[in-house]
Nanobody, 127 residues
Framework: QMQLAESGGAAVMVGESLKVSCATV????????MAWFRQVPGNDREGVAT???????????DYSDSVKGRFFVTRNNGGNTMYLQMNALKPEDTAMYYC?????????????????WGQGTQVTVSS
């Protein structure tokens, strides 16, 4: 059973940057799709960025419109560690950020595509 763990969440100011990480602490995710989601209390979990396996150590990426051009997702460690570089942060980016892995190589930005979730890391952006 794969297990994921996020880290790096913090409280930052508007316009600053932050990088959060997701480690595969059990199992291997290298040939699986992985993604970042975020959620604020009372709202549905929102897909932010996804990575899809193309060939070993090569992944395609896709982003939600709300973060396109500001957030960048990468994978390292043979595909078992995923990062989310967040730039030009806004108060509306405040959320709990979750990483997720799917059973397939290609997934979208919907929660139904993923079957393994981390515990989340909090990002708070203040003005």
């Amino acid at each position: 059973q794969m297990q994921l763990a996020e880290s790096g969440g913090a409280a930052v100011m508007v316009g600053e940057s932050l990088k959060v990480s997701c480690a595969t602490v059990r199992g291997t995710a290298d040939r699986h799709c992985m993604a970042w989601f975020r959620q604020v209390p009372g709202n549905d979990r929102e897909g932010v960025a996804t990575t899809n396996f193309r060939r070993p150590r090569v992944y395609s990426t896709d982003y939600s419109d709300s973060v396109k051009g500001r957030f960048f997702v990468t994978r390292n460690n043979g595909g078992n560690t995923m990062y989310l570089q967040m730039n030009a942060l806004k108060p509306e980016d405040t959320a709990m950020y979750y990483c997720a892995a799917g059973a397939e190589t290609h997934c979208g930005l919907e929660t139904k595509d993923y079957n393994t979730w981390g515990q989340g890391t909090q990002v708070t952006v203040s003005s």
